[in-house]
C-alpha cells in the first residue's frame, strides 16, 4: 500500500484545513482495513487524530471533538481530512496511514498501530 497526502501548506486560524491521501496499491474498501489520519506537532509526539474503516465507519479522537471529519471518496480510492476552527496548536506534520485490523482487535487508535505511512505533509497555522 502506498500513501500520499496533498494539502495547502499554509492555514490562517479560525480557517478550515482540508488534506487529501491518494491511495495505491490496494482499495480502502478492502476487508478489515483502517486508514487513519496521524499528526506530529514540532518536538511532540505522534497523535492519532481518526480512522475511517473499510466498511466507512468512522473513529475520531476524543481530544478532536467535533472539530475533525473524515471521509472517502470510493471511485478515486482516496481519503480526506477536514478541521475546523483551526490554532496555532494545529501545526503539525500530517500523515496518513493504514492497517489491517481483524474485528475481534478493536479501533486502532495508536500511531503505533499502523504500518502503511506517508511521507506526511506539513501544515502551518499562522496569519
Known amino acids: 500500500v502506498q500513501l500520499q497526502e496533498s494539502g495547502p501548506g499554509l492555514v490562517k486560524p479560525s480557517q478550515t484545513l482540508s488534506l487529501t491521501c491518494a491511495v495505491s496499491g490496494d482499495s480502502i474498501t478492502t476487508n478489515y482495513y483502517h486508514w487513519a489520519w496521524i499528526r506530529q506537532p514540532p518536538g511532540k509526539g505522534l497523535e492519532w487524530m481518526g480512522d475511517i474503516a473499510y466498511s466507512g465507519s468512522t473513529f475520531y479522537s476524543p481530544s478532536l471533538g467535533s472539530r475533525i471529519s473524515i471521509s472517502r471518496d470510493i471511485a478515486n480510492n482516496m481519503m480526506y481530512l477536514q478541521m475546523n476552527s483551526l490554532k496555532p496548536e494545529d501545526t503539525a506534520v500530517y500523515y496518513c496511514?493504514?492497517?489491517?485490523?481483524?474485528?475481534?482487535?478493536?479501533?486502532?487508535?495508536?500511531?503505533?498501530?499502523?504500518?502503511?505511512w506517508g511521507q506526511g505533509t506539513q501544515v502551518t497555522v499562522s496569519s
Open positions: 496511514a493504514a492497517t489491517y485490523r481483524p474485528l475481534w482487535g478493536g479501533v486502532p487508535t495508536t500511531a503505533s498501530s499502523y504500518d502503511n
